[in-house]
């Protein structure tokens, strides 16, 4: 099939691509930067340099290249530092969820595009309570902070509009990533003992190896009802045990402890918040619909992969 990637430069597109090119697809590939369009072509696709918020640009894009399915994976999620602010930090990153979603759907009106591919988040999250793992009917049902509205807003706009407005709109939630091309930043806070475990670290996370997630995001391509999708690998787990096992496996020193309110106080209150109410996804959905298997099923085997990678 024709397919029309955005933000193919990115942590997960550099491993789409390539595999969507292996499957077969014709693929038009878009980056913001210049300097990456020879990346795109070295992967045999055809490099595309595009503002995803530049609406008529988008629109003749991909009226040109006519494909039959859109991937939606534009983000400007790099050199992330701190989350006291998630709002400010995610401000492009949120202009593309809501106005970037507008243009493709808008353009995917125009090309005669049915099935929509968007971008979504299952890490964790400020939820209200912990409780159960979610599924594909949970809402985001975050806690409202201050600094981070406009964040769970973009999400649920997503979450809403690219089902409801495409013919086939497919909304994948992404766990956290972590592995190959996805920056070292957590890896070498955790080496500074730069992270602590707050608040008792009950908070759950789930993550998703990258490659495991552009497997996953491939195959919607090709197969899976309209809807949402948590693709997350198959062992959520709260702080308190992940993120001591992740310094063992970096030859860190084990991260130290925090109190909640020493946390809000240095971190600001998102963190908190993710370190203790979150409450992880279920991924059975994908497995069932779109024969999600992931290679690494859980965070062990795949943190230890990717650092002695």
């Known amino acids: 099939m024709r397919v029309f990637v955005t933000g193919a430069t990115g942590a997960l597109g550099g491993h ?22 020879g990346r795109l072509r070295a992967a045999g696709a055809e490099p595309v340099v595009l503002d995803g918020l530049d609406r008529e640009a988008v629109i003749a894009a991909v009226r040109a290249a006519a494909p039959e399915v859109i991937v939606h994976e534009m983000t400007a999620l790099a050199g992330m530092k701190s989350l006291r602010n998630p709002d400010k930090l ?4 949120n202009a593309l969820r809501t106005r970037g979603t507008g243009n493709l759907l808008a353009a995917a009106a125009e090309a005669g595009t049915r099935r ?57 939630r992404y766990g956290v990533f972590y592995g190959p091309g996805t920056g070292d930043f ?8 730069m992270v602590p475990v707050v608040g008792g670290g009950t908070g759950v996370w789930s993550f998703v190896e990258i490659t495991d997630a552009a497997a996953a995001t491939a195959a919607a391509v090709e197969t899976g009802e ?15 045990e992940w993120l001591p096992y992740l310094a063992e496996v970096a030859g860190a020193k084990p991260p130290r402890r925090m109190p909640a309110w020493l946390g809000r106080l240095l971190a600001g209150e998102f963190v908190v918040a993710q370190m203790t109410s979150s409450r992880g996804y279920t991924n059975e959905k994908a497995k069932k619909e779109l024969g999600f298997q992931p290679r690494y099923g859980s965070w062990r085997e795949g943190f230890r992969a990717w650092i002695s990678g």
């Open 16 to 37: 789409l691509v390539p595999r969507l090119v292996a499957a077969g697809h014709e693929v038009t590939a878009s980056t913001r930067t210049p300097g990456k369009a």
């Open 90 to 93: 995610f401000a492009t990153t």
């Open 116 to 172: 929509v591919i968007a971008q979504s988040y299952a890490g964790a999250g400020p939820d209200e309570r912990p409780g159960p793992l979610k599924t594909e009917q949970d809402q985001q049902a975050w806690r409202s902070i201050p600094s981070a509205v406009q964040g769970p807003a973009a999400i649920a706009q997503v979450e809403a509009t690219v089902p409801a407005e495409a013919p086939e709109g497919l909304v994948l």
């Open 186 to 193: 957590m890896v070498e806070a955790v080496r500074k003992r």
């Open 226 to 240: 309209p809807g949402l999708y948590n693709v997350v690998d198959d062992d959520p787990a709260p702080v308190a």
